[in-house]
């Protein structure tokens, strides 16, 4: 068959993607079978597609082995440390990147050391290191460092749209992550297990980005590096957002694009040179692989490597180059010398972008030709004309061809990509020749490269003020949902039909139109109103079918040690109850807005919040709002009376009141109208707040039932004893379905009392890893005696419950769905004499509660 390795390629790059679900014994069994088969397909001398269905088995199968043999090396005996502050003694596996608070960088570890224990590790990890962070600190590729920390093995994705760390790390080659302080650090020589020549290419480096940092002031430097190294810590933050926000960030890491544009300046010097035939071959990949091993062989500098030798190798040889062929050849080694590479973000861009220039440049480019002879420029050349076309045409078709993994990875697409692109991409080959010969000649002769920077810095020079330029042009980028995975499988099959069928996109459009204009022919006006009136008349008499009620639903999200709830009623609305963060001594206590509320909220695509509520001023129940109320609209903030004195609470409502969110002030008394047969009352804070109790702000928090007919929520913030025993002597109707349980499961003495005057059926606990000892043991024993179902985001990541009123299902990342249904009583009978008296669904009122 034609092509026969992409097809091998594809059925192998599929076996890695499938290798997380099929185990290593499986797969063992699999390999035996699929090579069966294949000897059993030889025997028969099969032919055509028959003989390719063995092969193609064989592949996928070995694609699923080397996943699983790749885990389990990452892996390694990683999983014994889980949790144990110990010593680690390796080699920095890559650049640093230094953050304002922290520097992270991948460890390969020579061995673990616990107190007096020394254990050989041969594995990597993700080491964060707080505190003390100077950006002059001598660490670097290469050094053997020791650090003293906590080691945690994450668990996987722990709620809807969240981040699976887990799978972050194994994909990138690391088994666990280690968090430390910048004071434990001791950094030594250049690693033994460093290899000399690895050792050469990185100190080589170094000199070379000396070079360029002494002979260009400090942003043009750092964008040259950038450019020709892939170093973006070296940008300006102002280059950088600009840079980003441009759609030209591709060109900042080190990719096909570069060797790509290295070696055609190469062969254009060797051709005025009069160089040709083997030596300026062989030189030509000298110089293209020194180039790649010195950025890191990157995925994507591998590609274009391996694709370039393909092309120099069929040129020399006389023989017609397949470019689909050298693609999947590319892929297929390099997937060979690291499956795990598959799940590389840089290698899905690369190979999106090559295999859909390769497919729809020359049609894009015969499209855009077509309209810039319709412009009104004919004082420009055609040949310059058809340059602009080509330039347009690759930058389309690139963008076509990642334009879901871009929205998918980074959130956000760039509107200017394209112009930018057109006037940033001609100069680059140049300053990429530039700097390289810059970098070089100033290790022995600095004068020359004095010279040579007086060439590259009007380049640099026009690049920042372009970008700068683009960049802040307030339509430049646009916030994009994430698309789902059957969106994307959607997509990418249509270009690929589409690729398939007709080979063209022109061909396709044509036949398109071709077969409108056939179908308008055949139509008459007199059969389509026949049709139309026959099939309306049905609805007409009967009306439309009704649609099924959409549930309430309640998701308590995983946000470690803290609480966070997000509620979507049946008539659509969105409301979230606290938002989880950190404490301030931690610092960035914003960070689980941003690492999971945000994402939880994206993939729910909520595009804004009705309403959200702050049960209490402590940040782990307020801080990720911050983040929140940065990104996503909110109609109305509700908190309770409690005005603390805290910075990042002020800040907050702050934050609010520049973004114009009123703010409504809760307490006992009040009733938010939600919806038909949904409504909140809020059973606490009473109007005279607590005070002297030993934890007033604790005390104050919102206590909220949330009724939806005969299924009831009961939210209680983290009210503690004296909250707790108010409620109980004011005979509160405390009656509920669902408890979240108090302050994270925290010891109450009167929690007896209370759970017997609520009575739940399930009580969710929010809580995480921590030093205080929640939940308690004796709360525990008291949930097992009164027998409602537990869950705890701490053991069943986020807890996600829905119901009609009458029934309600739940289900945790960690766990199946389980149906319940309301037990019969008085509290269905008390919600409906209560709902008859309610206002207007959807607004927000006060309103006395019965």
Same mark, same amino acid.
């Given at each position: 068959?034609? @092509?026969?390795?992409?097809?091998?390629?594809?059925a &192998?790059?599929?076996? /890695?993607?499938?290798?997380r679900?099929?185990?290593?014994?499986?797969g063992?069994?699999?390999?035996?079978?699929?090579?069966?088969?294949?000897?059993?397909n030889?025997w028969?001398?099969?032919?055509?597609?028959?003989?390719?269905?063995?092969?193609?088995?064989?592949?996928?199968?070995?694609?699923?082995?080397?996943?699983?043999?790749?885990?389990?090396k990452?892996?390694?005996?990683?999983?014994?440390?889980?949790?144990?502050?110990?010593?680690?003694?390796?080699?920095?596996?890559?650049?640093?990147?230094?953050?304002?608070?922290?520097?992270?960088?991948?460890?390969?570890?020579?061995?673990?050391?616990?107190?007096?224990?020394?254990?050989?590790?041969?594995?990597?990890?993700?080491?964060?290191?707080?505190r003390?962070?100077?950006?002059?600190?001598?660490l670097?590729?290469?050094?053997?460092?020791?650090?003293?920390? *906590?080691l945690?093995?994450?668990?996987?994705?722990?709620?809807? #749209?969240?981040?699976?760390?887990?799978?972050?790390l194994?994909? +990138?080659?690391?088994?666990?992550?280690?968090?430390?302080e910048?004071?434990?650090?001791?950094?030594?020589?250049?690693?033994?297990?460093?290899? %000399?020549? +690895?050792?050469?290419?990185?100190?080589?480096?170094?000199?070379?980005?000396?070079?360029?940092?002494?002979?260009?002031?400090?942003r043009?430097?750092? *964008?040259?590096?950038?450019?020709?190294?892939?170093?973006?810590?070296?940008?300006?933050?102002?280059?950088?957002?600009?840079?980003r926000?441009?759609?030209?960030?591709?060109?900042?890491?080190v990719?096909?694009?570069?060797?790509?544009?290295?070696?055609?300046?190469?062969?254009?010097?060797?051709?005025?040179?009069?160089?040709?035939?083997?030596?300026?071959?062989?030189?030509?990949?000298?110089?293209?692989?020194?180039?790649?091993?010195?950025?890191?062989?990157?995925?994507?500098?591998l590609?274009?490597?391996?694709?370039?030798?393909?092309?120099?190798?069929?040129?020399?040889?006389? $023989? @017609?180059?397949?470019?689909?062929?050298?693609?999947?050849?590319?892929?297929?080694?390099?997937? /060979?010398?690291?499956?795990?590479?598959?799940?590389?973000?840089?290698?899905?861009l690369?190979?999106?972008?090559?295999?859909?220039?390769?497919?729809?440049?020359n049609?894009?480019?015969?499209?855009?030709?077509?309209?810039?002879?319709?412009?009104?420029?004919?004082?420009?050349?055609?040949?310059?004309?058809?340059?602009?076309?080509?330039?347009?045409?690759?930058?389309?078709?690139?963008?076509?061809?990642i334009?879901?993994?871009?929205?998918?990875?980074?959130?956000?697409?760039?509107?200017?990509?394209?112009?930018?692109?057109?006037?940033?991409?001609?100069?680059?080959?140049?300053?990429?020749?530039?700097?390289?010969?810059?970098?070089?000649?100033?290790?022995? /002769?600095?004068?020359a490269?004095?010279?040579?920077?007086?060439?590259?810095?009007?380049?640099?020079?026009?690049?920042?003020?372009?970008? =700068?330029?683009?960049g802040?042009?307030?339509?430049?980028?646009? &916030?994009?949902?994430?698309? +789902?995975?059957?969106?994307?499988?959607?997509?990418?099959? *249509?270009?690929?039909?589409?690729?398939?069928?007709? =080979?063209?996109?022109?061909?396709?459009?044509?036949?398109?139109?071709? @077969?409108?204009?056939?179908?308008?022919?055949? !139509?008459?006006?007199?059969?389509?109103?026949?049709?139309?009136?026959?099939?309306?008349?049905?609805?007409?008499?009967?009306?439309?079918?009704?649609?099924?009620?959409?549930?309430?639903?309640?998701?308590?999200?995983?946000?470690?040690?803290?609480?966070?709830?997000?509620?979507?009623?049946?008539?659509?609305?969105n409301?979230?109850?606290?938002?989880?963060?950190?404490?301030?001594?931690?610092?960035?206590?914003?960070?689980?807005?941003?690492?999971?509320?945000?994402? &939880?909220?994206?993939?729910?695509?909520?595009?804004?919040?009705?309403?959200?509520?702050?049960?209490? %001023?402590?940040?782990?129940?307020?801080?990720?709002? !911050?983040?929140?109320?940065?990104?996503v609209?909110?109609?109305?903030?509700?908190?309770?009376?409690?005005?603390?004195?805290?910075?990042?609470?002020?800040?907050?409502?702050?934050?609010?009141?520049?973004?114009?969110?009123?703010?409504?002030?809760?307490?006992?008394?009040?009733?938010l109208?939600?919806?038909?047969?949904?409504?909140?009352?809020?059973? =606490?804070p009473?109007a005279?707040?607590?005070?002297?109790?030993?934890?007033?702000?604790?005390?104050?928090?919102?206590?909220?039932?949330?009724?939806?007919?005969?299924?009831?929520?009961?939210?209680? #913030?983290?009210?503690?004893?004296?909250?707790?025993?108010?409620?109980?002597?004011?005979k509160? %109707?405390?009656?509920?379905?669902? !408890?979240?349980?108090?302050?994270?499961?925290? &010891?109450?003495?009167?929690?007896?009392? *209370?759970?017997?005057?609520?009575?739940?059926?399930?009580?969710?606990?929010?809580?995480? @890893?921590?030093?205080f000892?929640?939940?308690?043991?004796?709360?525990?024993?008291?949930?097992?005696?009164?027998?409602?179902?537990?869950? $705890?985001?701490?053991?069943? =990541?986020?807890?996600?419950?829905?119901?009609?009123?009458?029934?309600?299902?739940?289900?945790?990342?960690?766990?199946?769905?389980?149906?319940h249904?309301?037990?019969?009583?008085?509290?269905?009978?008390?919600?409906?004499?209560?709902?008859?008296?309610? %206002?207007?669904?959807?607004?927000?009122?006060?309103?006395?509660?019965?």
């Amino acid at each position: 068959m034609n @092509r026969l390795l992409v097809f091998l390629t594809i059925a &192998y790059a599929l076996g /890695i993607s499938l290798g997380r679900h099929i185990t290593l014994e499986a797969g063992i069994y699999l390999a035996v079978g699929a090579l069966l088969f294949t000897a059993w397909n030889l025997w028969m001398r099969q032919e055509g597609f028959k003989a390719l269905i063995p092969f193609l088995l064989l592949f996928l199968v070995a694609g699923s082995l080397a996943f699983n043999l790749a885990i389990k090396k990452v892996n390694g005996t990683l999983q014994e440390f889980d949790g144990q502050r110990c010593t680690l003694v390796g080699m920095v596996a890559d650049e640093p990147l230094w953050h304002d608070d922290r520097v992270v960088f991948p460890l390969n570890l020579d061995f673990i050391q616990l107190r007096e224990e020394k254990k050989f590790a041969a594995s990597m990890v993700r080491v964060t290191l707080y505190r003390g962070v100077e950006a002059d600190t001598a660490l670097a590729y290469g050094q053997e460092v020791t650090v003293r920390g *906590l080691l945690v093995v994450p668990e996987g994705k722990r709620n809807p #749209g969240g981040f699976d760390y887990r799978s972050f790390l194994e994909t +990138r080659g690391m088994g666990a992550a280690f968090y430390g302080e910048t004071a434990s650090l001791v950094v030594g020589e250049f690693s033994p297990s460093l290899s %000399p020549v +690895r050792q050469f290419a990185l100190e080589l480096k170094e000199k070379m980005k000396a070079v360029l940092q002494a002979q260009l002031p400090n942003r043009a430097g750092g *964008l040259l590096i950038a450019i020709l190294f892939g170093e973006r810590q070296a940008l300006d933050p102002a280059v950088d957002e600009a840079v980003r926000r441009s759609g030209v960030a591709h060109m900042m890491a080190v990719s096909g694009l570069h060797v790509g544009l290295l070696a055609a300046l190469l062969f254009l010097f060797f051709k005025r040179a009069g160089l040709g035939g083997w030596p300026a071959c062989l030189l030509l990949m000298l110089v293209l692989f020194a180039y790649t091993y010195l950025t890191g062989l990157k995925p994507s500098t591998l590609r274009a490597f391996i694709m370039i030798a393909m092309g120099v190798l069929a040129l020399s040889l006389g $023989r @017609r180059k397949d470019l689909p062929t050298t693609v999947a050849l590319a892929g297929l080694l390099t997937l /060979i010398y690291n499956p795990l590479l598959l799940f590389n973000v840089g290698m899905q861009l690369s190979y999106g972008a090559t295999l859909s220039i390769l497919l729809f440049t020359n049609s894009l480019q015969q499209m855009v030709g077509l309209l810039f002879a319709r412009l009104p420029a004919s004082f420009i050349p055609s040949s310059w004309m058809d340059n602009l076309a080509g330039l347009a045409a690759v930058t389309i078709a690139a963008q076509i061809g990642i334009l879901p993994l871009i929205a998918f990875y980074f959130k956000e697409i760039s509107l200017v990509a394209l112009p930018a692109n057109i006037l940033i991409l001609p100069v680059m080959a140049l300053l990429l020749g530039i700097g390289l010969v810059c970098a070089v000649s100033g290790l022995f /002769i600095p004068l020359a490269a004095s010279f040579l920077t007086l060439a590259a810095y009007p380049l640099l020079a026009y690049i920042i003020v372009l970008t =700068g330029c683009f960049g802040s042009l307030d339509f430049a980028t646009i &916030y994009v949902f994430p698309p +789902r995975f059957w969106e994307i499988i959607v997509y990418y099959s *249509l270009l690929a039909f589409v690729a398939w069928k007709n =080979g063209t996109v022109s061909k396709n459009l044509s036949k398109l139109l071709i @077969r409108l204009k056939a179908l308008k022919l055949k !139509l008459r006006l007199f059969p389509i109103m026949a049709v139309s009136f026959t099939i309306a008349l049905p609805f007409a008499w009967w009306g439309l079918p009704s649609l099924p009620e959409k549930p309430l639903e309640v998701v308590f999200l995983d946000v470690c040690q803290g609480d966070a709830a997000y509620i979507r009623t049946p008539s659509g609305m969105n409301i979230l109850l606290d938002g989880g963060g950190r404490p301030s001594y931690m610092g960035d206590i914003e960070r689980v807005g941003r690492q999971v509320v945000i994402p &939880y909220l994206e993939q729910r695509r909520v595009r804004k919040l009705d309403l959200v509520i702050i049960s209490h %001023p402590h940040e782990d129940h307020y801080g990720g709002l !911050l983040a929140v109320l940065e990104k996503v609209p909110v109609e109305l903030l509700a908190t309770n009376a409690e005005e603390a004195e805290a910075e990042p609470y002020i800040r907050l409502l702050d934050l609010a009141a520049a973004r114009g969110i009123p703010r409504l002030t809760l307490q006992k008394g009040d009733t938010l109208i939600l919806g038909p047969s949904l409504k909140m009352d809020v059973f =606490g804070p009473p109007a005279n707040l607590f005070r002297g109790t030993g934890s007033d702000v604790n005390n104050n928090s919102l206590v909220m039932r949330l009724l939806y007919r005969e299924v009831s929520f009961l939210f209680t #913030g983290d009210i503690e004893d004296s909250a707790a025993a108010w409620l109980l002597r004011e005979k509160v %109707p405390l009656q509920s379905t669902i !408890l979240k349980v108090p302050h994270h499961g925290g &010891y109450m003495s009167v929690f007896p009392s *209370l759970l017997a005057a609520v009575d739940p059926q399930v009580a969710v606990i929010q809580v995480g @890893r921590n030093t205080f000892g929640h939940p308690h043991g004796e709360i525990l024993n008291n949930l097992k005696e009164h027998g409602p179902a537990v869950y $705890r985001n701490d053991q069943h =990541g986020a807890v996600m419950i829905s119901s009609d009123g009458y029934t309600w299902h739940i289900k945790t990342m960690f766990a199946d769905v389980a149906l319940h249904h309301a037990p019969e009583g008085s509290l269905g009978q008390r919600l409906i004499c209560v709902k008859e008296k309610l %206002p207007e669904a959807g607004s927000f009122k006060r309103a006395a509660i019965n």
